[in-house]
């Protein structure tokens, strides 16, 4: 689905969209942090003014983050094809990852929503708000941090 944006702004065009409480998923923003060499995404907390945008133009509950949304050239991502679309952005040994979008929906999907389901449970949850420096401010997209 193409992500419907009041500004042709380029900036969320390579986008993921994650759950800023969630250890899981703050993990998986550190690595692509880390991983994505090029500055090729912008980040924002599913919390965040963009983020609520985001959820709430895809249809999706902005109370409830079940799903990291990732953007690529304009175009949604969601659930393990939000992985599959990061990893195909990384450099190689990362792009091996992707080959989950493969995989039959009907295993694929609910092996995704039982984690991201129990997510906290298993990975935790953070109930302060990381703070990030300057250096890593700066690749969060406008309005994608804070509430």
Known sequence: MKVKSSSPDPEYQNLIVFDGECALCAGFFRFMLRHDRAGRFAF???????????YSDLGLLADDFETNLVIVDGRSHQRLDAFAAAMRALPWPWQMLSVCRFLPGWLKDPLYVSIARNRYRLFGRSDTCMIP???????????????
Do not use: H
């Open 44 to 54: 924002a907390t599913a919390q965040s003014p963009l983020g609520q945008q985001l």
């Open 133 to 147: 420096g300057p250096e890593v401010r700066a690749r969060f997209a406008r309005g994608g941090y804070g509430r």
